[in-house]
Structures are given as structure tokens and as C-alpha cells.
Nanobody, 120 residues
Framework: QVQLVESGGGLVQPGGSLRLSCAASGIIFSTAAMGWYRQAPGKQRELVALIFSGGSANYADSAKDRFTISRDNAKNTVFLQMNRLEPEDTAVYYC??????????????WGQGTQVTVSS
């Protein structure tokens, strides 16, 4: 029922920028906490950024000062603006929602992921 669809990934050179988008449906978006996670080959999935319903945000140390998470509740969409990208940022980036549906209490949902590759 809940769907999270990421977009915006691709190949970018070091120092470049990308903006990821995650369009959510089937969830009460305005009260959901939304997050971006990433997973590089052979590594654990890790939190990149988290934004709460009120707009406050948390970032991984590696993302602070380079990445910005934001949300547009009218469009049920969360964004991740990534600047000054580094090869170490290469990973599959996943959107996550923690929230409620009309028929279910609080649960966690994942998107399918979008590949970000930073390489010269």
C-alpha cells in the first residue's frame, strides 16, 4: 500500500551536486518522519539524514555541511540536496518513512533505492 519512489541518482564527478527526490503515497505524510539512508557495496546501510514532521533534521557526520534534507508536505515529497560530492558518497540511496496509514499504526517503509556514483 505504501510506496516510496526515489529519483535523481546518477553519475557525477567529485565536487558535483545531485538532488534526490522521494515521492510517497499511501502514508499520512505530514506526520511521518522521513529519512535518507545509503548502502555501499560490502557495507552496512547507514543513516544519511532524517527530517521530522516539524522540519527539524539530523545528519550523519559525513553529510553535515554538504547535504540538506527538506520536505514538501503539499507534494508528499522529501528531498536530499547533495553538494561537494566525494567518491566515498557512492552508494545506493534509500528513502525511508516512519509513519501511519489510514489502516495501520506506526510502521517503517523503504523505497527501492537509487544509485549515486561519484567518479572522475
Amino acid at each position: 500500500q505504501v510506496q516510496l519512489v526515489e529519483s535523481g541518482g546518477g553519475l557525477v564527478q567529485p565536487g558535483g551536486s545531485l538532488r534526490l527526490s522521494c515521492a510517497a503515497s499511501g502514508i499520512i505524510f505530514s506526520t511521518a518522519a522521513m529519512g535518507w539512508y545509503r548502502q555501499a557495496p560490502g557495507k552496512q546501510r547507514e543513516l544519511v539524514a532524517l527530517i521530522f514532521s516539524g522540519g527539524s533534521a539530523n545528519y550523519a557526520d559525513s553529510a553535515k555541511d554538504r547535504f540538506t534534507i527538506s520536505r514538501d508536505n503539499a507534494k508528499n515529497t522529501v528531498f536530499l540536496q547533495m553538494n561537494r560530492l566525494e567518491p566515498e558518497d557512492t552508494a545506493v540511496y534509500y528513502c525511508n518513512a516512519l509513519g501511519r496509514t489510514l489502516l495501520r499504526g506506526t510502521a517503517s517503509y523503504w523505497g527501492q533505492g537509487t544509485q549515486v556514483t561519484v567518479s572522475s
